[in-house]
């Protein structure tokens, strides 16, 4: 079994499990090489040869632990026919809301598009040694209602969602529940093992709507993948002194905390889960000795729990690869 399966299936402490996330991107320059050539994301996303060449770049380059698949939340509402754009500098688009279209979008359609992604996984897990994880992923609901009305850039979330149609949100979180099991089923019989939940707009939710936003959609998925056998990762960024409250509704395999969340508190309150995460990604752009301190940090307070290393959020594009290699390295060295 995995370092990783063995801390999220029998919360074995013997090890530390570590993966990053956006372990491919930018920061690596045999990404950049691939990205330059390849201008549209998503085509890139959807080229199944591609997406498992990127996903294993950081396996070579580093003794990671997983393998995070390569593609995007945003493929979801892409095959519920909206047209996503990925631009340069402001990040993706919905240029064409069509909520017609999303409701209306058969399975048969929805797997057909995401078809790239689960041979991606197939060819990825034949290459993928036996001691390592495959990760799948999806973007919880409420994240993915963000992108899809394109509120990212609004403040006051809450309220520009509810001045929508309420019958309306109703039902694209009904298809979303139910297309994104899909999504999951489908990732686990290419060969995924684990499978990560996003929220990474959880934190922009009002505290009366959490139960209606976030921790139920994230508990439907949440018990979808037990039913299946598939421990789960829920990353609901942002949340602050709610993560306790959201880790006790919603009940995941393990809880990924971001920089925000205080380490010792997690420790202390956070009752069988394992814990994931939580340094801050902004570390590894300074000093190698100060993010080094602080990978220690964490080691120690984690170290009677199952803990999987991990970041705050994603690794940031100035990155420099090297320090990412000394982190792996000391945490490849706990054996207790
Ligand atoms: O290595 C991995 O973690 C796996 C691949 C992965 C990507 N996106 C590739 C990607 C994963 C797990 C995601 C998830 C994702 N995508 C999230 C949830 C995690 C988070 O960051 O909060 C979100 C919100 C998205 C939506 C998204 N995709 C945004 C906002 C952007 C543009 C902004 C940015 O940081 O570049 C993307 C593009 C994207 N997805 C890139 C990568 C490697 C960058 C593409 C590029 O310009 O080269």
């Given at each position: 079994m995995s370092k990783l399966l063995k801390c999220l299936i029998n919360k074995d402490i013997s090890c530390v499990p570590i993966w990053f996330m956006r372990q491919a991107g930018r920061y690596l320059p045999e990404f950049k090489k691939i990205r330059s050539k390849n201008q549209n994301f998503l085509k890139l996303c959807f080229n199944s040869d591609l997406a498992s060449e990127l996903t294993m770049q950081p396996m070579k380059r580093f003794n990671l632990d997983a393998a995070i698949i390569f593609s995007d939340i945003l493929v979801i509402p892409y095959a519920l026919r909206q047209q996503i754009e990925f631009r340069e500098k402001n990040g993706p688009w919905n240029k064409n809301l069509n909520i017609n279209k999303f409701l209306e979008t058969k399975e048969k359609d929805f797997l057909l598009t995401l078809k790239p992604v689960y041979e991606a996984i197939k060819k990825t897990k034949q290459t993928l040694k036996k001691d390592k994880s495959l990760i799948a992923f999806v973007g919880a609901p409420w994240t993915l209602l963000i992108y899809i009305y394109n509120l990212?850039?609004?403040?006051?979330?809450?309220?520009?969602?509810?001045?929508?149609?309420?019958?309306?949100?109703?039902?694209?979180?009904?298809?979303?529940?139910?297309?994104?099991?899909?999504?999951?089923?489908?990732?686990?019989?290419?060969?995924?093992?684990?499978?990560?939940?996003?929220?990474?707009?959880?934190?922009?939710?009002?505290?009366?709507?959490?139960?209606?936003?976030?921790?139920?959609?994230?508990r439907s998925l949440v018990k979808f993948?037990?039913?299946?056998?598939?421990?789960?990762?829920?990353?609901?960024?942002?949340?602050?002194?709610?993560?306790?409250?959201?880790?006790?509704?919603?009940?995941?395999?393990?809880?990924?905390?971001?920089?925000?969340?205080?380490?010792?508190?997690?420790?202390?309150?956070?009752?069988?889960?394992?814990?994931?995460?939580?340094?801050?990604?902004?570390?590894?752009?300074?000093?190698?000795?100060?993010?080094?301190?602080?990978?220690?940090?964490?080691?120690?307070?984690f170290k009677n729990n199952p803990y999987i290393f991990n970041l705050g959020h994603g690794i940031l594009p100035e990155t420099n690869p090297e320090i990412v290699k000394k982190i792996v390295d000391r945490v490849n060295l706990v054996k207790r």
């Open positions: 990212k850039e609004n403040h006051n979330l809450s309220e520009k969602i509810n001045l929508k149609n309420k019958s309306e949100i109703k039902h694209i979180l009904k298809k979303l529940d139910e297309f994104l099991k899909l999504h999951i089923i489908h990732q686990k019989e290419a060969g995924a093992e684990i499978i990560q939940i996003f929220d990474s707009w959880a934190g922009l939710i009002k505290e009366g709507e959490l139960d209606e936003y976030c921790f139920n959609p994230n993948c037990n039913e299946n056998e598939i421990p789960s990762i829920c990353f609901p960024k942002g949340l602050k002194n709610k993560y306790q409250e959201f880790i006790e509704k919603v009940k995941p395999t393990a809880i990924s905390i971001d920089q925000e969340v205080d380490p010792l508190w997690a420790k202390n309150n956070f009752k069988e889960v394992c814990i994931q995460g939580g340094m801050n990604p902004k570390l590894l752009l300074g000093n190698e000795r100060v993010a080094l301190e602080e990978t220690e940090r964490y080691l120690d307070i």
